[in-house]
């Protein structure tokens, strides 16, 4: 049965400062990697997907990258903001009968102080 | 924001009632997902529908069921409501054009049992 793992389950940091978000997970027979975002009480924002023949993905101050063979991925946040401060969610894809489903992590929330 | 919508935003009933979610998709959209996202956990994948029938489910009880209709909006029924039940419930949608890994999530129905 495929586990996600996320550490730190909280993080607190000045604004400015760049921070790394990890997830393991126990199965490496996944299809890609994506990492969300999350708002208080709101539906999941996908900011980065690394396919499983991928190392990494990166789109602004995001970098996300993935070891399949060793179960893990980090996602790297460069010059935090006060509106990075959400929750961030990791999660596999993974074969589901004749489809596929997303199994998660339970976040780490990032909060981002002035 | 995403086109996908679900309704109603919140939603109270007590134990052992039944209850009915709605998930609008995006347009073009022919694939569906539903998420069960207890308090402070990430989401777990209930099922998913394709073309109107159901090809992937999660570990969920059968009084959990669904729909998905001609036009491709969706729902997610509940029997015999049950304390933990209380959550977030989230739906996704996707299409052919852009592949299963190309999910938009909604924005959730926060659903609450007395």
């Known amino acids: 049965k495929q586990e996600v793992t996320q550490i730190p389950a909280a993080l607190s940091v000045p604004e400015g400062e760049n921070l790394v978000l990890n997830c393991s997970f126990t199965?490496?027979?996944?299809?890609?990697l994506q990492w969300f975002r999350q708002d208080p009480g709101k539906g999941l924002t996908s900011l980065l997907l690394?396919?499983?023949?991928?190392r990494e993905q990166t789109s602004g101050r995001l970098n996300a990258s993935l070891d399949k063979s060793s179960g893990r991925s980090t996602l790297y946040i460069a010059a935090s903001q006060p509106g990075d401060s959400a929750t961030y969610l990791c999660?596999?894809?993974?074969?589901?009968?004749?489809?596929?489903?997303?199994?998660f992590g339970t976040g780490t929330r990032l909060q981002v102080t002035l | 924001e995403t086109g996908v919508t679900q309704s109603p935003t919140h939603l109270i009933k007590t134990r052992g009632q039944q209850v009915t979610l709605r998930c609008s998709s995006q347009s073009g959209h022919n694939t569906v997902s539903w998420y069960q996202q207890a308090l402070g956990q990430g989401p777990q994948f209930i099922f998913q529908?394709?073309?109107?029938?159901?090809?992937g489910r999660g570990n969920f009880p059968p009084r959990f069921s669904g729909l998905q209709f001609p036009n491709y909006s969706s729902e997610l029924n509940v029997n015999a409501l049950e304390l933990d039940d209380s959550a977030l419930y989230l739906c996704?949608?996707?299409?052919?054009?852009?592949?299963?890994?190309?999910?938009?999530f909604g924005p959730g129905t926060r659903l609450t049992v007395l």
């Open positions: 996704a949608s996707s299409g052919w054009r852009e592949g299963p890994d190309t999910q938009y």
């Open positions: 999660a596999v894809r993974v074969r589901a009968g004749t489809a596929s489903k997303l199994t």
């Open positions: 199965d490496s027979a996944i299809y890609n």
């Open positions: 529908y394709y073309r109107e029938e159901e090809n």
């Open positions: 690394i396919q499983s023949s991928q």
